[in-house]
């Protein structure tokens, strides 16, 4: 007999059947309960699982190889900073910074600003110019500046420190001291308590660079051990394009090693519902969400997902949600997996490597045109939407939409840990006798999102 128009029970949902002739494998308005299932239970036991033997040993081999401990990496094309608002000295009208610095190869590069949270006092500044190593004030009051005697080497480790009592610098590197000439015929306000700082290491937000810096760009290499007065810093308050250093070679993509970190990009081009978007992936966790194409909060939205051993793609065009996924028993094989996926009028295909599948649903008329929003790694924090697996930890390379390549601009915004400047370089996959780790260098790309 015939069969015509069919109707699913849930959101009305008309299926042309002239349009699915010879079909395979498609799935309809509905997650699979064992998929169900096990993104539920990564969500909840992802943190167990970290420490427990799974059938994927890639998974639970050292997630990132080479890194050094306590240390963070800045460097990339975009800004990448910590801030710590609202610290204060333990003493009056005096500041002790110190920490362990590793440049790259570029000489210059801001490390330190300190900005009074009061508006109306000098500030102090550190950065490397021409390799030496420079510590000036800023603001109201006679300048004060001080260089070091000795260049900085890339690739090695320098003991920096600086101690500014408002009306003398002393820096100190590996050893060596040096002081600013001390301001005379200057009187210094007697406060009654130590003045609270916001400290921003490593770089600052681009809106925050000025003509009166003595420095234009951010710090590339590795700071570890940050002190004041001796102790160390607190948590962050915010964190921008930083991540563990890694000691060994980098390659073209961005890393995301699993703390939320997110990467927005603005699609001007891309108009929901015909879309394309084609990457390559490198896991290093066995569950986490790749991309979110869409609002966070409103639909039309797009989806991509990594779990033990499927990938999942799941949409919602407003009238209920479809998905349509791939087994892929070895995704955290250290090897780089092609991911495509494609959203037209009423299909959602999704390929990996040489394997695809799709599934169908027909989007309303009303949101055709609608401008797509693309997180990759997570969503931004000052989202309430909540995402059922943990950030994504891995790399991202060769990002095309619609088919071109998309490069680094100023619609780009990147929250937490995200390293722009390269992925780190080998893979991971285990040989038979589950031995690890082979690495292969590669040459850091300049502009980690166009990648050809």
Known sequence: ??????????????????????????????????????????????????????????????????????????????????????????????????????????SQGLLLSTAPMSGRSPSLVLFLNHGHFVAQTEGPGPRLQVQSRQHSRAGQWHRVSVRWGMQQIQLVVDGSQTWSQKALHHRVPRAERPQPYTLSVGGLPASSYSSKLPVSVGFSG???????????????????????CVSGPLEDGLFFPGSEGVVTLELPKAKMPYVSL?????????????????????????????????????????????????????????RWHRVAVIMGRDTLRLEVDTQSNHTTGRLPESLAGSPALLHLGSLPKSSTARPELPAYRGCLRKLLINGAPVNVTASVQIQGAVGMRGCPSGTLALSKQGKALTQRQAKPSVSPLLWH
Not at 34 to 59: F, G, M, W, Y
Not at 227 to 243: E, F, I
Not at 285 to 292: D, E, K, S, V, Y
Request: glycine content about 8%; some cysteine; hydrophobic content about 35%.
């Open 1 to 106: 007999g015939r069969v015509g128009d069919p109707r699913v029970r849930g959101p009305q949902r008309v299926f042309d059947l002239h349009q699915n002739m010879g079909s395979v494998n498609v799935s309809v308005g509905c997650t699979p309960a064992q998929l169900i299932e096990t993104s539920r239970a990564t969500a909840q036991k992802v943190s167990r699982r970290s420490r427990q033997p799974s059938q994927d040993l890639a998974c639970t081999t050292p997630w990132l190889p080479g890194t050094i401990q306590d240390a963070y990496q800045f460097g990339g094309p975009l800004p990448s900073y910590l801030q710590f608002v609202g610290i204060s000295p333990s003493h009056r009208n005096r500041l002790h910074l110190s920490m362990l610095v590793r440049p790259h190869a570029a």
């Open 222 to 244: 590795c700071l570890k051990k940050l002190q004041l007065d001796k102790q160390p810093l607190r948590t962050p308050t915010q964190m921008v394009g930083v991540t563990p």
């Open 278 to 334: 084609e990457l390559e992936m490198r896991p290093l966790a066995a569950a986490g969400l790749i991309f979110h194409l869409g609002q966070a909060l409103a639909t039309p939205y797009m989806q991509l997902k990594v779990l033990t051993e499927q990938v999942l793609l799941q949409a919602n065009d407003g009238a209920g949600e479809f998905s349509t996924w791939v087994t892929y028993p070895k995704l955290c094989d250290g």
